[in-house]
């Protein structure tokens, strides 16, 4: 009787590995095209839902910001039919519970938050996911852009938001977001230099 020394099995198995791996790696380069539309297509979903009356977003140079804000990850300039700029979108994301929690706000040109919706995320369904709602977002709309939010109460010179009950890292993922945003806000309409 042969005694089996188990070298075929580990080729067999090596082989379907290598298989497998080959036919994900396929799937994937042949599904990417797909998959950045259907993401550009949410960003812009996301963009007309807080300026409904843009004609196009203008990306703005934030190179020189990211060092100080790393939670920045995108700036537009909203502008009218006509040609009008109709105010500047803000997109942030900061470390949540479940990963990171980006955000996109809208400040209109008279320097007030006019929306912020919370973009998808990975927090908990529930619970986490309440950061999503219009209940606690709707704290933040039409408040002048030099306010700073914080979930901790007795935080000096910041206003204190009510967090969503069982969510707090959440809310602060949201606020963290929000706050570099604005500050990157400021900088960049020439608010501080």
Known sequence: MRKDNGVLPALILT???LIATALLAITNQATLPARQQQALAAENENKFA????AAEFVELDISTHTTSF???TNAYQAVGQDGSELGILLAAASRGYGGEVPIMVAVDTADKISGIRVLSNDETPGLGKKIEDNEFLSQFSDKPIDIRYTTKIGETGREVIDSVSGAT???RAVTESLNAALEVYTKISGGDS
């Open 15 to 17: 082989l379907i590995c």
């Open 50 to 53: 807080l300026f409904p009356d």
């Open 70 to 72: 790393p939670a920045l």
């Open 169 to 171: 890292i959440s809310s």
